[in-house]
């Protein structure tokens, strides 16, 4: 069966620092990648998605950026991070178009 | 893009009532159209979805209806319980990617 994991769970960090949240995808191949940021506990906007390796597409214009290195991992990252990062992000894979999206279970990431 | 509005934000039942969500997409080349539960700080879990050439679908409590012309969907809780307490969000899906537009989802109380 497929499993998809998150880390870290939480993080706090200050403003100016760097980031790099990691999400990795077991039991299958070849699947669509996103990143998704959830604010308050409501809404989730989607990120960035990737159908296969280096292939990233930006959904809005933001600090952060995204990677796709292997075909089963999908990084999201940032240079500087802003007050405004802070929130729930959620890694989610598909395993093709129009098909379920199952999610991982997230990272509560706290800028101070 | 496609744009989904969920009413209503929030939703308080008693025990036993029915609860019905309903969304309204924009995208008339959107042909999936999956719903899931939040619980307090957990992932979105998927609970049923549905396909633009069916028009109901039923899993035991649950059940989803979609009117492709009024390009509406509705989520349908009958003899809600209070472990049905969470937030639900719909989403659409159209042709690019499996990209997913999530409502800004309704919170559930359902009261013993």
């Known amino acids: 069966s497929q499993t998809i994991h998150q880390w870290p769970a939480t993080l706090v960090q200050p403003v100016g620092s760097p980031l790099s949240l990691e999400c990795t995808v077991e039991?299958?191949?070849?699947?669509?990648l996103y990143w998704y940021r959830q604010a308050a506990g409501r809404g989730l906007q989607l990120l960035f998605y990737?159908?296969?390796?280096?292939?990233i597409s930006s959904e809005v214009p933001q600090n952060l950026s995204a990677s796709r290195p292997q075909d089963r991992q999908f990084i999201l990252s940032s240079k500087k991070l802003l007050l405004s990062d802070s929130g729930f992000y959620l890694c989610?894979?598909?395993?093709?178009?129009?098909?379920?999206?199952?999610f991982g279970p997230g990272t509560r990431l706290t800028v101070l | 893009g496609e744009n989904v509005e969920q009413h209503p934000s929030t939703l308080s039942v008693q025990e036993g009532d029915s609860a019905v969500i309903k969304c309204t997409y924009s995208?008339?080349?959107?042909?999936?159209f999956p719903w899931y539960k939040q619980e307090l700080g957990k992932r979105p879990q998927l609970i049923i979805d549905?396909?633009?050439?069916?028009g109901e679908k039923k899993d035991q409590r649950i059940a989803v209806t979609l009117n492709k012309t009024a390009k509406h969907f509705s989520l349908h809780i009958t003899e809600t319980q209070p472990e049905d307490s969470a937030v639900y969000f719909c989403?659409?899906?159209?042709?690019?990617?499996?990209?997913?537009?999530f409502g800004q989802g309704t919170i559930l109380t359902v009261h013993p």
């Open positions: 989610a894979w598909s395993p093709r178009v129009d098909n379920e999206q199952f």
């Open positions: 039991g299958t191949s070849n699947p669509n």
């Open positions: 990737s159908v296969g390796i280096g292939q």
């Open positions: 995208d008339s080349a959107s042909n999936y």
């Open positions: 549905i396909r633009s050439n069916v």
């Open positions: 989403a659409a899906s159209g042709t690019s990617y499996g990209k997913l537009t």
